[in-house]
């Protein structure tokens, strides 16, 4: 008698064994899973910093980088993590690492420039008015540069900004999966918090770094996290991990006495509790974090006094209103008289030299300090006006947007723009980030649009899949 067998009782056994191999390597090749592992290889490494040395800790860390933002020219999850992971460290790396030569500056801007090259298809749709703000800043710059004082200068005050859109089609390739906004926001906040923590316990050992450049560590920490905050709120402990990574890294920035940094990070905290929409809940947790604020303080009590005497002398009356800030308001003046003398500009890169030229007192061989002056003296009233639409048009694009989201970002980043240029000008790595996520952010429907339309823009060197794909319908796959 012969016996029936069920094939499709018999198969069920190999369907599941299949089915949970295929859940497994997706978990294993999704963002979540390996995101974890390189913060546990992040917190081993500033560890191994009080034996290894800190600026030998510092390479390893951004050699990872540079290796996760190359595999992102095939792999767009891991490049955005390596290039915020990058972006974070830019501060610390070009004082303690690249400390010289317009080669051993730029390593990470000319990276970025061929990002730009093997993905120009892709840049070449890139049409949002930031985009194009951005691009007739350059073009006008790029112009004066015919009337440099001094053209090494020039060349990198271009380069500084043009390297924003190598950063953007980092963020461009990964508009698809938004949980990668989150988690590289969560590992670029825990990289400024733990690393924060190793420089000021090793500070005495460390060659000097200006406050005002170490202030760049925490705040692009911060900044990784206001972008990771929309996608946050929609997980289980999302907002819970960011605040406390962001009061850690406020206090980071309070202690390195840096009055601009201070008020950049400030409007942070506002953009948070406009998110959040919760005071309550969000002013417990600030003051949970405030009150260990001062109880680790005590630990660094010099630097406590040192910011906070630096914060009262600037409303101090007894001090001179140079004194008061640095010598700011003399480097301000002089920008000034350059306009005046020259409305036109004095070309890119010439502020140093411009006051010389002009026999200025008060300014010779000072550089600017403020992105503000330096546009206006150096690129003139045309430059000013660009430079000034390029900064407000996040808020105009949020406020018009009809997003609650993209609103918050677009305030958060005229904000940040407006006081943060004030005391510094392109060099740092922490604006362009933030202002290519929300960039990203803020055109987000157009760029679902076009990947729809042209999806091997995203590609970047995969190959592209000259079949077209066929679902059962007969339709082409999007």
Not at 373 to 398: D, M, P, T
């Amino acid at each position: 008698m012969k016996t029936k067998i069920n094939t499709r009782t018999s198969a069920l056994p190999k369907m599941r064994y299949r089915q949970r191999w295929q859940q497994l390597h997706q978990s294993s090749t999704s963002i979540g899973f390996y995101a974890p592992v390189l913060m546990i290889f992040i917190l081993t490494a500033w560890t191994c910093s009080f034996l290894l040395g800190f600026q030998t800790v510092l390479t390893l860390l951004n050699i990872s980088g540079l290796l996760l933002a190359a595999v992102g020219i095939w792999n767009p999850k891991p490049g955005l993590i390596g290039i915020s992971f990058l972006c974070t460290l830019d501060a610390l790396t070009r004082t303690f690492l690249l400390s010289g030569g317009l080669w051993r500056w730029n390593t990470l801007n000319y990276w970025l420039l061929v990002v730009i090259i093997l993905n120009l298809p892709l840049f070449l749709r890139i049409q949002d008015v930031h985009t194009r703000l951005v691009q007739v800043l350059l073009a006008i710059m790029g112009l004066m540069l015919f009337f440099s004082l001094n053209l090494k200068n020039g060349v990198q005050t271009i380069l500084n900004i043009l390297t924003m859109f190598g950063i953007l089609i980092y963020f461009i390739r990964a508009i698809k999966d938004k949980s990668t906004w989150y988690w590289a926001g969560l590992i670029c906040g825990f990289t400024s918090a733990v690393g924060g923590a190793v420089f000021y316990l090793q500070i005495g050992e460390l060659p000097y770094i200006n406050p005002n450049s170490f202030i760049h560590f925490p705040l692009a920490g911060i900044f990784a996290l206001c972008l990771g905050l929309p996608e946050a709120i929609k997980k289980e402990q999302g907002r819970f991990l960011i605040l406390v990574l962001m009061i850690v890294n406020l206090v980071w920035v309070f202690l390195s006495g840096s009055r601009g940094g201070l008020l950049t990070a400030f409007m942070c905290v506002i953009y948070y509790v406009i998110v959040m929409r919760s005071f309550s809940w969000t002013s417990a947790l600030l003051i949970l974090g405030l009150i260990s604020f001062f109880w680790f303080s005590n630990f660094l009590l010099d630097k406590q006094i040192y910011s906070i005497n630096r914060i009262q002398k600037l409303f101090d009356s007894s001090y001179t209103l140079a004194q008061r800030t640095s010598g700011r308001s003399d480097i301000f003046w002089t920008g000034w008289q350059i306009f005046l003398e020259q409305p036109l500009g004095i070309g890119t890169g010439s502020f140093e030299e411009g006051a010389n030229y002009l026999d200025i007192i008060g300014g010779k061989n000072r550089p600017a300090h403020s992105a503000w002056i330096k546009v206006l003296a150096e690129n003139g009233f045309l430059g000013f006006i660009v430079f000034f639409l390029w900064v407000f048009s996040y808020f105009i694009r949020g406020a018009s947007s009809g997003s609650y989201t993209k609103f918050s970002i677009g305030l958060l980043v005229t904000l940040v723009l407006s006081f943060a240029f004030v005391t510094t000008e392109f060099s740092g790595k922490n604006l362009w980030f933030l202002t290519a996520g929300a960039t990203a952010m803020l055109s987000s429907d157009q760029l679902h649009q076009l990947f729809i339309q042209s999806p091997y823009l995203f590609n970047g060197l995969k190959k592209r899949n000259k079949r077209r794909r066929i679902l059962t319908n007969g339709q082409p796959k999007a």
